[in-house]
């Protein structure tokens, strides 16, 4: 029996934006997650660890998923946008859509 719907992952984007982001350019990272509270510690982990303030926390991470499909956070510095945390859910192993495939007409 085939499960017919895929799991659950949280893909984090951390983009370097704004006018810093031409004095050092970067890829943005990518990292996915099994589940949104390991996602939000990770998170909150390395930006503490790094001195920036505690702007994400999960109830904003989890409304903005549910309410738009994706959590997204801006980070300043003297007025400067620095980076921007996107949080988005995705599916992992979706079902076999039918690939626009039509039923054989020779029996």
Known sequence: MFK???RTIYE???QYVGSLSALRQREPTVIFFSNLR???D???AELALNNWPPKV???AVY???KQRQFYSCDFNVAGARVFRI???PRVLNPAL???GIDENPAK
């Open 57 to 59: 926390n999960y109830t």
């Open 12 to 14: 984090v984007t951390i």
């Open 42 to 44: 990770a998170i909150t």
């Open 86 to 88: 996107k949080v988005v």
């Open 4 to 6: 017919l719907s895929g």
């Open 38 to 40: 390991k996602a939000v």
């Open 63 to 65: 409304r903005g998923v």
């Open 97 to 99: 859509p039918r690939l």
